[in-house]
């Protein structure tokens, strides 16, 4: 079984910082894409911020020069360090990664998402 668990949310004013983890735990052999994505109250989930396992990174525009997503992979984590934070990043942030477990002997990969961390700008 493979789980993640996210950690770091929390209540910040205008123009603060958070850091938020994800850790994937469990019977992991290897981690691919691991990325970041939200959902504000009433709106659609969406993405915020992605990185390979070489380290390749992608980040939605909203977020370009404020946040940093980086991993450590020998710690199957991804962090995302987001600064400048705007009431409008009011969310639930939720880890996501693509990773191979060895289930009944049989290497296989699959998309496993954390159960979500609350972050919240206000003043």
């Known amino acids: 079984q493979v789980q993640l668990v996210e950690s770091g949310g929390g209540l910040v004013q205008p123009g603060g910082s958070l850091r938020l983890s994800c850790v994937a735990s469990?019977?992991?052999?290897?981690?691919?894409?691991m990325g970041w994505y939200r959902q504000a109250s009433g709106k659609q989930r969406e993405l915020v911020a992605t990185?390979?396992?070489?380290?390749?990174?992608n980040y939605a525009d909203s977020v370009k020069g404020r946040f940093t997503i980086s991993r450590e992979n020998t710690k199957n984590t991804v962090y995302l360090q987001m600064n400048s934070l705007k009431p409008e990043d009011t969310a639930v942030y939720s880890c996501?990664?693509?990773?191979?477990?060895?289930?009944?002997?049989?290497?296989?990969?699959?998309?496993?998402w954390g159960q979500g961390t609350q972050v919240t700008v206000s003043s």
């Open positions: 469990g019977s992991v052999l290897s981690i691919e894409d």
């Open positions: 996501h990664a693509v990773i191979q477990r060895l289930r009944l002997a049989i290497r296989e990969w699959s998309d496993y």
């Open positions: 990185i390979t396992r070489g380290g390749t990174t």
